[in-house]
């Protein structure tokens, strides 16, 4: 083991704090709702803030208080917009530097020294952090390209909360990566807008492959990364969490909506969850 390693894994920088919080928070938020209901007081609020889409417009009934703060689902193409112009600047910045030697702007340099960037040396972690940031662009690239020319959004919304949040966890996303970087002075036809029941693939095993897909990717750039980074795990760990709830809260939704939804599928891990 490298003799920086301990240090690393023991030092809670606050990009840590933060991703840790993050995790704990939709963990717990989690744990809310797979107890039964009626033992948990509810919450109009709580429920309009993790639910969009779909499951917003089957969740508790809204008041007009809550509408207000509706901004449409398809603003979603604005998270991908973001993250393709902010992370290709973060992509080109470290193309630069470890390419052609040029040292990172200054602000962006104090920037990523203020949320606890790398303090050690190692050449192969500022090689990862390029691929698992090539890797990130190319996928809000794909997304990108999903929003505008697969996804259909419908009359779906959003909280106003929910926008700001995806609008700055792209932007958080991309510093992450950066910060693993060792500061060592370096068109589709839309057919109708009705739910039905998918088949085929993943869908014979979770109600959400997407939401596990999604993991998967966040997976394997924590493999690029090294098994020892504890930083990205976190952001794993929160990936995970995240996209668990939103799995759970579909797969209530299709099981409510449709007598007939597949009893053996479940809603975000096959066989377990």
Known sequence: MAPWAGVELSALNPLRALWLALTTAF??????QLVPAGLVPGCALFQDLIRYGKTKREGPSRSAACRVFDVPKRYFSHFYIISVLWNGFLLWHLTQSLFLGVPFPYWLHGLLRILGAAQFQGSELALSAFLVLVFLWLHS??????????????????????????????????????????????????????HRIPFGDWFEY????????????????????????????????????SQALSALLSHKFYKSKFVSYPKHRKAFLPFLF
Do not use: K
């Open 27 to 32: 963990l717990l938020t989690l744990v809310l």
């Open 141 to 194: 690239l794909r997304r990108l390209f999903e929003c505008f020319y697969v996804s259909v959004f419908s009359n779906a919304v959003i909280h106003v909360v929910q926008y700001c949040f995806g609008l700055v966890y792209y932007v958080l996303i991309g510093l992450t990566v950066l910060s693993q970087v060792p500061m060592d002075g370096r068109n589709g036809v839309v057919i109708h807008c009705n």
């Open 206 to 241: 979770v109600s959400s492959p997407n939401y596990l897909a999604e993991l998967m990717i966040y997976i394997s750039m924590a493999v690029t990364f090294g098994f020892h980074n504890l930083t990205w795990w976190l952001v794993v760990t929160y990936v995970f969490f």
